[in-house]
């Protein structure tokens, strides 16, 4: 709780704990989805990967690791996204994992 | 004198019946036959123990009956008294048999043990029905021990070990044992208190969980009672869609409007989706059983059962726009995350939606 107050502190957005860990980069929670397309075919998307990683780059050796095409899309609530064709979910979480981009309790990884 | 306990046994066995597991329960039928048919000679083995165990009573308790013996009148009189009526003995002549208790205690425990271990190996190896059969035989020599009265304190100790065992789920032998003080349930608690000797751990021990067990009966019977779920039935409607059949049946086994658990399922699949007149659940995309169960199990891990004692009845209501969990059973509460479908990549055709737009 006192962590939490002082990150609020920090962040100078005194409020609710929600405000305060949407904003402190520690509990950034990375939101791993899947979505279907047409027939078999999937997306994966990547939400709230901490800012301070350049995407694209990650994008440049995901979609060398994983085989599959992808860009990184800019959305007014959620900032940069990443989306990967496919079900890469596994994938990514292990690659992140692997490299430290995030923690493994930041991971949530929706969808069947 | 065999039937009488055999009555005396059974109301016991009434009395435990909520501490004990339900495996005991099913046994206890045959094992009340066979002692009545006396059916001694059908196990070597459970008797030889039964033998061992017998004489060690016997060693056990004659020293300390010349002791008492010593003290005079009192304890004559408490002979008389206990061949009289067994009950009254142990309330009566706590103080008086102070020394003997000691005695026999020390004795006692490792008695009990002793005769206990073995017939747990045994029956561990043997089937149901043969379990059963040791447990009378044993039974009976001990009875016949029993008949003597001389001494309603050993007994009183045995129990309480036997209680002990119980708890780890052990022999029912040693509950046969355990018959004619109909009262020890009070006094197997607290032993200690009419005496100058300290509590033992083991002591403490029972009297925790006898009182866990009156206090709380579904905690002892049931093992941990399983979340038992009908599994979702998901079919395919056409080739695009998939219809969850039994949607709102699941809602209501889970105590939960069902707005919250399409919201969670939509925004937890990335599709859309609504209810349809057969209060089925039409969903946008292709998604299998398998798939829908663990999206389910996650749903239920998160919102239905308690984050404190995992129990399945908590109830969910709203309060600031936050949901609380609250749990019926140990009165927790807690928040749980809000359902957010997040980031959601265009899938359609853009062309359409820029038709729409305009």
Known sequence: MSVSQDISLNYSAPGSDIFVNESSNADKKVHIRIQQRNGRKTLTTIQGIDECYDLKRILKVCKKEFACNGTVVEHAEYGQVIQLQGDQRTKINDFMLKLGICKKAQVQVHGF | MTDEIQVQEEDNEAIFD??????????????????????????????????????????????????????????????????????????????????????????????????????????????????????????????EDLDITKQKKKKKK????????????????????????????????TTWVGTERDYTYDELLTRVFDIMRSKNPDMVTGEKKRFVMRPPQVVRVGTKKSSFVNFTEICKMLHRPTEHLLNFLL?????????????????????????????????????VTCHTCRSSETFLHKENRLFFLQCERCQSRCSVASIKSGFQALTGKRAQLRAKAN
Do not use: H, W
């Open chain 2, 267 to 303: 925004a937890e699949l990335g599709t859309s989706g609504s209810i349809d007149g057969n209060n089925q659940l039409i969903i946008k995309g292709r998604f299998q059983q398998k798939q829908m169960e663990s999206v389910l199990r996650r749903y239920i891990k998160e919102y």
């Open chain 2, 158 to 189: 045995k129990k309480k070990r036997i209680e002990d065992m119980e708890g780890e789920d052990t022999v029912d032998a040693v509950i046969s044992k355990e018959e004619d003080n109909s009262e020890l349930k009070d006094t197997s608690g």
């Open chain 2, 18 to 143: 909520p501490s004990m597991k339900k495996k005991k329960k099913k046994k206890k039928t045959p094992f009340d036959l066979d002692a009545a048919l006396g059916g001694e000679a059908q196990n070597d083995e459970a008797e030889a123990d039964a033998d061992a165990s017998t004489e060690n009573v016997d060693s056990g308790t004659k020293p300390a009956e010349k002791e008492a013996e010593g003290d005079g009148e009192t304890t004559t009189k408490k002979e008389k008294t206990s061949t009289d009526n067994f009950d009254d003995l142990d309330l009566e002549d706590f103080t008086a048999m102070k020394k003997k208790k000691k005695k026999k205690k020390t004795a006692f425990v490792m008695d009990g043990v002793e005769a206990a271990l073995p017939e747990v190996d045994d029956s561990a190896s043997k089937e149901q029905a043969e379990e059963d059969v040791p447990m009378a035989t044993e039974e009976m020599p001990d009875m």
